[in-house]
């Protein structure tokens, strides 16, 4: 398990909290190139973080990023950032994981990679740059914890 | 001109009595090829899942690696031809999904296209995977030799990657033009239906289970609320990211959107509040340990208590529901004659009902693939490659794999 060096934790109460948050969190992300692990349940918000720091970073509006649960890998191009954002929810091997080509997205220099449903393989646990940990708070709140370093 | 005009009809003819197109798709989990003759007639139509090399697994999800589609493509493209009756040297053309899609997965089916092309000397067609869905609808109508659908359609395209709403029209020479009228801001219908039922405890897909547990409960138990989504403002030339910027609506502009997250989010939250993770869990663990029960057994539906059918039934009234209420509201507005449906989700009994009762009910014309062409298929790809093969809309040599393609303008 890689440890990181920073925390931060943030709360949001709506949707709108969680799209806004986008601007602090991808200020914390940057600069490129990053892997950034994204974990939480069914419905925590990752995708919704993703729309917030996708908008932030000029790469795509908020109704562009919808989710990758069967398309594996949408990419989104800003004007200084290229983001990958993927979702592991239907792979079960690292096997499977090795096709997608994280290593070629990763090298890129201004790839920043977003991987919902990461935690799961080793593989990407030992070589992210950052993990957000999100999870339901009451109603819809939501808590999440950013670590990098 | 008058000559020209016959000249073309006369050549348009002779390609009606041979076009025989080669379909490959491997945009996302399958690996499938087709030959369809005259965008009408599918002589044959094979997927890789469905084939005996992979009957071992019983219907479980092909592997999700661009290696199966690399192992998958030669016997897949061999068997259709072979299925077709046909030598590989008859084909007229050879059609390939360019995108929307996996890269990885895309690109192996389109290098296999352009080798093929390349070989026989015959011509490349490019076709995005989206229109493919449109046109297995389109191709079934003419092969049941019906009188076509009036123009324009409404085509809702609903699976476990894509809801989207188009407007299609056919334009002169035949080249069909797509207006995509309404999409989803999140998830597509067909992840939320694989979501909750994973949520529940029920296997995979999702789609075939719950239909079948919906039957059993009482689809107004539970009050699901779909978001007004804000209309978007025209896509094109939008520059990004001024969001302070407020959006130009037209007065009482309505949005043909989607949004998937919420519900399935919302059926989370009730499982929660009324503890039902217990129940789930037994669940999980009695179809782990009886595979053989598949969507629609009695031992299946005997898994779930009344409250679990109750939540099934109104999860699908809401989220069917939603999709009639904003394909017939597109329709409307934008003056379609006729509606198809197509994609996975178009395989759900309740769809299919709601849908055709409501257009029985408005007069309008509405039409569904059959079970086999509703999933991804490449009868489709070969379809909707034959009228860019009539209007000589080939590809070039350069023709790559583009995993965000897009269909139509907004």
């Known amino acids: ?149 | 001109m008058r000559d020209d005009h016959d000249s073309s009809e006369r050549k348009a003819l002779g390609l009606k009595r041979e076009g025989l197109i080669l379909g490959i798709e491997s945009s996302c989990d399958e690996t499938a090829a087709a030959v369809v003759r005259g965008g009408s007639e599918a002589l044959s139509n094979v997927v890789a899942s469905q084939m005996n090399l992979h009957a071992n697994y019983g219907g479980v999800v092909p592997e999700l690696a661009s290696r199966e589609h690399l192992r998958n493509v030669v016997p897949v493209v061999r068997a259709a031809v072979e299925q077709a009756g046909i030598r590989l040297e008859d084909v007229d053309a050879v059609a390939v999904t360019e995108g929307p899609g996996l890269a990885g997965a895309l690109l192996v089916g389109l290098t296999y296209a352009k080798a093929l092309s390349f070989g026989l000397g015959k011509p490349l067609i490019g076709v995005n995977h989206l229109e493919g869905h449109i046109h297995a609808v389109l191709m079934e109508a003419r092969q049941r030799a019906e009188a076509p659908m009036e123009l324009p359609l409404l085509a809702l395209v609903v699976s476990g990657g894509h809801t989207h709403l188009y407007l299609a029209e056919q334009k002169s020479e035949g080249v069909w033009s797509y207006r995509n009228v309404g999409r989803t801001v999140d998830d597509a219908a067909g992840e939320a239906y694989d979501k909750v039922a994973k949520l529940l405890g029920l296997g995979y897909p999702g789609g075939p289970w719950i239909d079948t547990l919906a039957r059993h409960g009482n689809p107004l138990a539970v009050p699901f609320r779909f978001a007004k989504i804000k209309p978007r403002p025209h896509r094109e030339g939008v520059s990004l990211p001024n969001k302070k910027a407020p959006a130009k609506l037209e007065e009482g502009e309505e949005s043909f959107d989607f949004s998937f997250s919420g519900i399935k989010t919302a059926v989370l939250r009730y499982i929660e509040t009324h503890h039902m993770r217990e129940s789930i869990d037994a669940r999980r663990r009695a179809l782990a340990e009886h595979p053989d029960w598949r969507p629609g057994s009695d031992e299946a539906a005997a898994l779930c208590d009344a409250e679990t059918l109750d939540l099934i039934a109104s999860f699908q009234h809401a989220v069917v529901g939603n999709l009639l209420r904003q394909a017939f509201g597109a329709a409307e507005r934008y003056g379609a004659r006729g509606i198809v449906v197509s994609g996975g989700v178009a395989a759900n009994s309740e769809l299919r009902r709601r849908f055709q009762s409501e257009a029985d009910k408005r007069g309008l014309p509405v039409a569904f693939p059959s079970l086999a062409l509703s999933t991804d298929n490449a009868a489709m790809i070969a379809a909707a490659a034959w009228p860019k093969f009539v209007s000589g809309d080939f590809a070039p040599e350069t023709l790559a794999a583009t995993p965000q393609l897009r269909l139509g303008g907004s």
Do not use: C, Q
């Not at chain 1, 069967?70 to 800003?78: I, K, R, S």
């Not at chain 1, 393989?121 to 708070?137: Q, T, Y």
């Open chain 1, 1 to 149: 398990m890689k440890s990181f060096t920073r925390e931060k934790r943030f709360r949001t109460r709506s949707v709108a909290g969680t799209l806004a948050l986008g601007e602090k969190i991808g200020e914390i992300l940057l600069p490129a190139p990053k892997l950034v692990v994204l974990r939480g349940e069914v419905g925590a918000g990752k995708t919704t973080l993703v729309k917030g720091i996708a908008a932030f970073l000029g790469a795509a509006t908020e109704e562009d990023v919808t989710s990758p649960t069967f398309t594996l890998v949408h990419e989104y191009v800003g004007p200084k950032v290229r983001i990958y954002h993927l979702d592991l929810y239907r792979l079960e091997t690292e096997r499977e994981l090795a096709t997608l080509g994280i290593e070629e997205m990763i090298a890129e220099p201004d790839a920043l990679v977003l991987v919902e449903w990461g935690e799961r393989f080793e593989s990407l646990v030992s070589r992210m740059d950052a993990e957000i940990a999100m999870e339901h708070g009451e109603g819809d709140e939501r808590n999440m914890m950013v670590r990098w370093g």
